[in-house]
């Protein structure tokens, strides 16, 4: 069986002339076209929808969501912190400044949005501190809203490999104990 579609023509996309297949009966494959003004720009959305299309089959292997607007990295910010009384010393310092770096992803999330972040990361703080764990960063209104009304959602498992990989990232860093600088070549001033 060759598939049933209910309409076919020819259209044009820029200067190419394509065959379109609208109603197909099952739905199963489709074509996405891509056009750019230069290569990078096309490179750089094919790997944008590269990306997005490996967060939704993650999503639909594994269909556990977080609430996103930079609701789920104040949660986890104020989790660490309540644990912040039990670890004592250096460890202490360390502890902190991971709930701070959670605690910057909204503002991030707010710079990016061409908002002001200190005003909101103040008030998704205290949101965050009265209980409200499901408040984010409503960036259609510029201001809070609640992102399971909203439904603003984000993968778990996308969630779970960023906050690993920045894991990975910052013991890397850690890890470098000396940095080794080479003094400048010497130039022949004869030319």
């Given amino acids: 069986k060759l598939g049933f579609c209910k309409r076919i023509e020819e259209i044009m996309i820029g200067e190419d002339k394509v065959i379109k297949f609208s109603g197909c009966a099952q739905g199963e494959a489709c074509t996405i ?11 750089e959305a ?21 609430y996103g607007g930079g609701a789920m990295e104040m949660a986890m910010a104020n989790a660490v912190l ?11 310092n360390a502890v902190e400044a991971f709930a ?7 503002a991030i999330l707010a710079d990016n949005g061409g908002y002001d972040s200190a005003e909101l990361l103040g008030k998704l703080k205290a949101s965050h501190a009265r209980g ?22 984000e993968s778990f498992r996308s969630k779970i490999s960023q906050l690993c990989s920045a894991a990975e990232a910052a013991e890397q860093i850690i890890r470098v104990d000396d940095i080794i600088k080479n003094a400048p070549r010497q130039r022949d001033g004869g030319m």
Avoid: C
């Fill in 82 to 92: 309540q644990k912040l009384p039990e670890v004592e010393g250096k460890e202490s």
């Fill in 100 to 106: 701070k770096a959670l605690q910057g992803l909204p």
């Fill in 46 to 66: 094919e790997r944008s929808l590269h990306d997005a299309l490996a967060v939704l089959y993650q999503t639909v292997q594994d269909s556990r969501v977080v």
């Fill in 33 to 43: 076209v891509l056009r750019g003004a230069s290569q990078h720009i096309l490179d």
């Fill in 132 to 153: 409200e764990h499901t408040v984010g960063l409503n960036f259609a209104s510029g201001g809070l809203g609640d992102m399971a009304e909203l439904g603003i959602l």
